[in-house]
């Protein structure tokens, strides 16, 4: 006998989705459910599709019935390729085809000390449910596509609203990321006005924020930054004081709003850069990269970002080409979109540049130190000076001298450097 749906309003508004229709997910759905354990489709995919019934996303997360180990074991003889990522927590991972699957068994909560929440295995998908966060998350679907909302979360996605499952302040004091979860789906999906029981618990629990992991932190902050309301939400992040745990100072987020609006594709560390930048010392952009954990690469992309004097977009050609040559193509044209929001350009300058310098590729300066080696200079800091004085006049003159020109110019210095200190010991 088919499940029916619990919750009131039963339909099936999933049914004709296509990753619940998929030759890979009907496999995987049989597998489960061979011994008569029932498996659901949780969280993001069910959320999105009901906004958006042709959306096909390709990393899907499944709730199972049937305890860890026997579905590493059946699924594994049945000849998928399955990952033991998280079994003490009742996950493992399944690639079947092009699709990712996050088969979690159920779990209910004993008992909770912040995230370490102690939790058992359970056959009951209303538990499960439960110890979501919020009620838009907390929906599950079956095999044909019936929806079970036991908190009516999918009226609150279509109101835009961002609503937890339970008291918000005890759902905050289990695990304090939600806070910053709560302002990531409302910068998403949120329209005004927020939920105030859910803001005001998150204003009174805002220091608990100082005691997660700076991992946990940057992943809620890269989705909030990307999501279209970031705005909204971090204007909100402002007013509950939660801001001021995640970022050095106040964010300027007037100046994020017109990065979104002149260069909506900038990535999440541009957006994060223009809500700090000139209001921090390279001091606190240190502490503020290690805060989030940002990889060596991003780390130093924040820095440059943050401290790189802006390019002029009305500099004619040739100037933004050194900048180029300079900086590197893609920390140029993020700093252009940084210039064009600071100077109050507008859009069609900003296309017009990048337009403009697309086809440009930086050329290769001819010489090397080899070339002073081999003429007899001695390595040093007046080697890293000479080559240095040659790029310069290579790049002034357009990138135009040729190997044969910058080694004649390099002579050129050399003699006069060496009338210069004949005079010297003369004089
Ligand atoms: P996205 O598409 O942005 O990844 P998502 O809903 O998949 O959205 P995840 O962070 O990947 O978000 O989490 C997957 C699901 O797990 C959520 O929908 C939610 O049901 C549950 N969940 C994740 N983190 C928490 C948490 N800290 N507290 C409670 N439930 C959580
Ligand atoms: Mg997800």
Redesign the pocket.
């Known amino acids: 006998m088919s499940p029916k749906p619990t919750c009131a309003g039963a339909e099936r508004p999933l049914a004709g989705a296509r990753w619940l229709r998929a030759p890979e997910s009907r496999a995987l759905l049989d597998a489960l459910e061979a011994e008569g354990k029932k498996a659901r489709f ?4 069910v ?2 599709t009901l906004l958006d019934p042709e959306l096909d ?1 390709e ?1 899907l ?1 499944l709730a199972t019935q049937e305890r860890p180990e026997r579905v590493l074991e059946r699924l594994g003889s049945l000849g998928f390729h399955v990952i033991p990522t998280g079994l003490k927590h009742g996950t493992v991972t399944v690639i079947v085809g092009r699709r990712r699957f996050e088969v979690t068994t159920l779990r209910r909560d004993v008992a909770c000390f912040g ?1 370490h929440a102690e939790v058992e295995f359970s056959d009951d998908f209303e538990e499960d ?1 439960a ?4 009620t ?3 929906m599950s679907c079956d095999r044909e596509g019936y929806l079970f909302d036991y908190f009516g979360g999918k009226q609150d996605l279509f109101e835009g609203k961002i609503r937890f ?1 339970g008291d918000p302040e005890q ?1 905050i004091r ?2 304090f ?2 806070i910053l ?1 709560f302002f ?2 409302y910068a ?1 999906f949120g329209r005004s006005p927020p939920d105030p029981g859910a803001l005001a618990a998150c204003r009174a629990l805002a220091f608990g924020l100082d005691r997660l992991s700076g991992e946990r932190i940057r ?2 902050l890269e ?1 909030l930054l990307r999501a279209p309301g970031a705005v909204a939400a971090l204007r909100l992040m402002r007013e509950t004081e939660v801001a001021a745990r995640i970022f050095p100072i106040a964010p300027d987020w007037e100046r994020l709003q017109e990065l979104l609006r002149l260069a909506p594709e900038a990535d999440w560390l541009v957006r994060l850069a223009v809500l700090v930048r000139g209001r921090i010392d390279e001091t606190r952009a240190r502490a503020l990269a290690l805060r989030l954990r940002l990889s060596n690469r991003e780390r130093e992309r924040l820095l440059a970002l943050l401290a790189v004097d802006l390019p002029d977009p009305r500099a004619p050609r040739a100037v933004h080409e050194r900048w180029i040559y300079r900086l590197g193509r893609a920390l140029w044209a993020d700093l252009l979109r940084i210039a064009v929001v600071e100077q109050a350009e507008d859009r069609a300058l900003l296309e017009a540049r990048l337009n403009e310098l697309e086809g440009f590729t930086p050329p290769v300066f001819p010489l090397s130190g080899k070339d002073l080696l081999a003429r007899g200079v001695p390595s040093g800091p007046r080697l890293g000076r000479l080559l240095e004085a040659v790029r310069s006049w290579w790049e002034a003159e357009g990138f135009r001298p040729d190997r044969a020109a910058c080694l004649a110019r390099l002579e050129a210095l050399l003699k006069a450097e060496d009338a210069a200190a004949q005079r010297q010991a003369k004089g």
């Open positions: 949780v969280g993001g995919c959320r999105d996303p990393d997360d995230r449910a110890r979501r966060d919020f838009i998350n907390a499952v759902r289990e695990d990321l939600r979860r990531r789906f998403r992943g809620e989705r």
